[in-house]
């Protein structure tokens, strides 16, 4: 009945959908290539990832969420925390931001705080790439040059003030260092769990030799972004050979000896294992 219904909605644009997806209703765009793309064909997005959030999360925590997209985490990690934990988002492009709270409102969440604004060292500006989809653009990234950034707020995690955090999700596109260097105070306090995108090879050496200093071990978590057992049941891979090079980080002094199925990241010095890929 739920699908039926979703199916007969009619949205004012032909590239925009709606539709019941794993972790609730979604509504994306067909444009983007990656998240909506996914959302489209498996009724999910990332779901390696997912499935590791709902290992670490428990009832009643509190998670800071950076770079939230339109939310296809977002909601899970909403639901995971439940009513009496909490989830603040951010996400500093527009059209992401506006999807983002509208897929929470759409599956009725009401202990998330989306903010529209940009996480770095300190408080300022920053210039992003316009959110556009089509073309080469993928994820609504993607910009023609630097006029036609768009101009954003940006504040550190820092100047939240936040009572508790029991865990920091981290996609900055390759800013993640900035938003760590602007959350020592509150990662120092409360000690949470980092889970951190590290996309960049060029930028992998000071990212990890921050997260030693912060006092924290990291393993290497690469999942798959198809997912075999997806929603759908769909066979064909659309995104053959693409991983995501992420990091689970523990503080030190809990952290267990080893991760199973996890490589450590022991030095800075170590290559980033996309090094020599094709």
Not at 8 to 17: E, F, K, V
Not at 44 to 60: H, M, R, T, V
Not at 80 to 108: D, S, T
Request: charged share 20%; proline share 7%.
């Amino acid at each position: 009945m739920i699908l039926q219904k979703l199916a007969s909605i009619m949205l004012p644009t032909p590239h925009m959908r709606l539709k019941y997806c794993r972790h609730g209703v979604m509504l994306y765009d067909t444009r983007d290539e990656h998240i909506g793309l996914a959302l489209d064909r498996y009724g999910e997005y990332a779901e390696l990832e997912a499935q590791l959030f709902s290992g670490l999360i428990k009832p009643g925590m509190l998670v800071v969420e950076v770079g939230a997209n339109i939310g296809a985490h977002s909601v899970h990690l909403a639901k995971l925390v439940g009513e009496n934990g909490g989830l603040v988002a951010f996400e500093p492009r527009r059209m992401m931001y506006q999807m983002l709270c509208a897929n929470l409102a759409l599956n009725g969440i009401q202990n998330t705080d989306a903010q529209c604004v940009a996480i770095g060292a300190a408080p300022g500006e920053a210039a992003l790439p316009r959110a556009r989809y089509g073309g080469n653009a993928t994820s609504g990234t993607g910009s023609s040059g630097a006029e036609d950034d768009e101009i954003v707020d940006m504040i550190a995690i820092d100047n939240l003030a936040l009572p508790a955090c029991h865990m920091i999700k981290i996609g900055a596109g390759g800013s993640e260092k900035q938003v760590l260097d602007g959350a020592g105070n509150t990662i120092a306090r409360f000690r949470p769990f980092l889970y951190i995108t590290n996309e960049v090879p060029a930028r992998h050496p000071e990212l990890v030799a921050t997260l030693i200093d912060l006092g924290y071990r990291m393993w290497w978590h690469k999942p798959w972004l198809f997912n075999p057992g997806n929603l759908a049941g769909e066979g064909e891979n659309l995104f053959p050979n693409a991983t995501s090079f992420n990091m689970i980080c523990l503080p030190r002094e809990g952290a267990p000896e080893e991760i199973l199925g996890g490589v450590e990241i022991k030095s800075p010095d170590e290559p980033h294992p996309s090094e020599g890929l094709p």
